[in-house]
């Protein structure tokens, strides 16, 4: 069992950091987004996304797409907190107790379901079907999901 759970956590942390950590150089890094996402990710060339998507390789988004999902496995608890919140700030403390609490859970099982799509289908990258990308980005906007899958040129 213990031998397991290294292994585990030592895969998990190739797939987490790989990516970022091949194509990120201390003095080089330029970000560039991808359309209708919220995450820059790193880019030598810098550019716009069309640029990037030349530069950028498929095992570089395969490994980017691998890691986003991970992180939206295990932080889609976030959106609990994130859903009371957001109901207090927009409606009041009532709201945030009952409907803030019940959005929050929901969208949590979004995030996670979300995530582990991601996960099945790493190596075809798309763009993020959640939005914002991860649980902490922009935590004062609403959780939304895209109906389709989006193929990343």
Known sequence: MKQSLKTLLVVFTLCLLTPHMASATPDTVNTTP???????????????????AGTTTYPDRMGIKLGNSMANMLTGIGEIP???INGNRKHGATYAATAGLMTGMVHMMGRTL???????TFMIPTKPMISPEFVWQNFK?????????????
Do not use: F, H
């Open 34 to 52: 991808y359309p209708d996402s919220t995450t820059s990710y790193p880019n030598r060339t810098g550019g716009t996304s069309q640029e990037m």
């Open 82 to 84: 994130k859903g009371i």
């Open 114 to 120: 979300c995530g582990a799509a991601d996960l099945v």
């Open 141 to 153: 906007k609403d959780t939304g999901y895209k109906s389709t899958w989006e193929l990343l040129p």
